[in-house]
């Protein structure tokens, strides 16, 4: 297996709208993420990942960018980026940046110019059909609820958007498009940057004739994916991206791609290098999906949990390189989806059980800002709390057409909402968290109060201390990064337990993923080994062990010499 500074490191997602607001208007911004670099470095994470931070009207929160070489006022200027890249890099971090590429503003100049006319220079820029019989090119139902097709009156023709209206899909088979989007990204790395998190990136290449999808469950509307998700040219792109950017420049590039087989995700992120250095799944955090998609109040089943990590963990051993995550901007919060949040002292240690347990897979861990301090989902008293497209259209569909009981839905948002990401990061138990002195744009957690960086860095046994070890601990064993991994009691439904193995040595991680007692024996592999880590201080493996709720530790030990 190759060696590599990304496969050795820990990413630190940073969303700017909700990290901190330096100049008093309730959202996040560029001097305010420079401000806590301190922390950051303190904490021991290698690279920050700045989720966008582009000028935007801002609809879908910045992932709809109508100038890719400015930032948005509200977030600062340019020189305040520069100003932040030289702090990060002056502390021995990195800094990665969202590309956003699949898709543009309709803001964006290039859509004004390619909807103004059939004839534009433009016009391919994008992708434009015909309707059929009065109505959208196809049946295809988009990500943000209602058609993946907008009628534009100016030209009489539909274009394509998988996601909002206002986000236009860009055309990929176009090479004018590719190069500018080449261009693009060389501008930034000139500009310093180390690499690019790749937004749904799979998408990028359509198949051609776009018939009608088979129809969603419950839905007016048809599944784009199978000619949309991985399409028939997504390969050849990224190996042009590499050729001609990526190659020339030593870089982090993680791919977004919804639909991902353990097949397809090594041709994204092969150990060749032709491509990407890994990609992002998402199997593991639809295990609690339905017929209504997300929107209902199950929890991920353990069994099928390990289950699915365990095929990633031995897909792609020795030919791609796995990407391990709980929580980013789109996902709630992971203690309260999977952990236990109902008193302060379950939250704290199923946080840091559930922190062992991926930390110690191989991969690149990625840690999304407050999931270091157990940060859980926020309150929404109602639905004029919610500020996500995503949450709002998709209560406006289910609960309009009856599919779903509006206090349902209310329910559903308030598990699975992408706004339980993006509450502010609490670093205070004061006024607004310490997050801004002005009114800020989404509500604070009202735990802000016992749940805080303050707090936290202050004191030795809390989630960000143990965080603190789990990256240290991957700083000082290769095996935590290149040793292969084996699944123990696949069939128990509260250990999620495994051992890792590099040449002349030995780990074993063991979680107790419940808030139940779990009987538990040592493998004798283990016995007398050395105890790297435990989330109860009083923690003394034995050959039989009964393991408390959320009771979690790992064990390293050498080969016996024969």
Request: aromatic share 12%.
């Amino acid at each position: 297996m190759k060696k590599a500074w990304w496969k050795q490191c820990v990413v630190y997602q940073v969303y700017p709208r909700s990290f901190q607001d330096f100049n008093g208007d309730g959202v996040g911004d560029l001097p305010g993420v420079t401000a806590r670099l301190d922390y950051l470095q303190q904490l021991g994470v290698d690279v920050l990942w700045l989720s966008p931070f582009y000028q935007s009207p801002g609809r879908d929160n910045g992932y709809d960018i109508s100038d890719y070489r400015a930032v948005d006022p509200l977030f600062g200027t340019l020189a305040d980026f520069d100003e932040m890249l030289r702090q990060i890099h002056r502390r021995g971090m990195k800094l990665v940046i969202d590309l956003v590429v699949n898709h543009t503003s309709d803001q964006h100049p290039w859509f004004q110019a390619s909807r103004s006319s059939r004839e534009s220079p433009y016009r391919d820029y994008y992708i434009w059909r015909d309707g059929v019989d009065g109505g959208p090119p196809n049946n295809w139902g988009g990500n943000f609820s209602g058609s993946c097709w907008t009628l534009d009156e100016t030209t009489g023709q539909y274009y394509l958007h998988t996601f909002g209206p206002f986000q236009p899909e860009l055309n990929w088979a176009n090479p004018r498009v590719r190069q500018e989007v080449y261009d693009m990204m060389r501008w930034w790395c000139e500009r310093g940057v180390d690499g690019f998190r790749m937004d749904v990136i799979s998408y990028i290449s359509k198949t051609p004739e776009m018939p009608d999808g088979a129809k969603k469950p419950g839905s007016d509307y048809g599944d784009f994916a199978p000619y949309v998700i991985n399409g028939p040219r997504v390969h050849e792109y990224l190996r042009e991206m590499n050729r001609q950017v990526l190659s020339r420049y030593d870089l982090l590039t993680v791919g977004e791609c919804g639909g991902l087989t353990v097949e397809q995700a090594c041709r994204y992120a092969n150990e060749d290098g032709s491509e990407l250095s890994m990609a992002f799944q998402f199997e593991h955090m639809d295990l609690d999906g339905g017929e209504s998609f997300k929107w209902n109040l199950r929890r991920i089943d353990l069994i099928a949990l390990k289950k699915l990590l365990t095929k990633w963990q031995k897909g792609l051993e020795g030919k791609a390189w796995n990407s391990l995550y709980w929580c980013n901007h789109d996902q709630p919060r992971i203690v309260s989806r999977l952990g236990d949040d109902s008193t302060d002292a379950l939250r704290e240690r199923s946080a840091k059980a559930l922190a062992l347990c991926l930390h110690m897979m191989q991969g690149t861990p990625y840690v999304y800002q407050g999931e270091e301090l157990g940060m859980t989902n926020g309150r929404f008293d109602s639905l004029a709390d919610f500020r996500d497209v995503e949450s709002l259209n998709a209560y406006r569909e289910l609960t309009g057409s009856g599919r779903v009981a509006p206090e349902d839905m209310l329910a559903y948002l308030r598990y699975k909402s992408r706004d339980n990401a993006r509450t502010p990061m609490q670093w205070t138990a004061g006024p607004n968290a310490g997050f801004t002195s002005g009114e800020p744009w989404i509500g604070v957690n009202p735990n802000h109060r016992t749940v805080n960086a303050e707090d936290e860095v202050r004191r030795p046994d809390s989630v960000f201390r143990f965080y603190q070890d789990l990256i240290r601990l991957r700083h000082e064993h290769e095996i935590i990064v290149y040793g292969s991994y084996e699944l123990l009691l696949p069939e128990d439904p509260q250990i999620f337990a495994y051992t890792r193995a590099l040449e002349g040595e030995r780990l074993l991680a063991v979680c107790n993923l419940s808030g139940r007692e779990a009987a538990f024996r040592l493998p004798e592999a283990f016995a007398g080994g050395e105890l790297l880590l435990a989330d109860m201080d009083d923690t003394a493996p034995a050959q039989e062990m009964v393991l408390r709720p959320w009771e979690a530790f790992a064990i390293w030990k050498e080969n016996e010499k024969p």
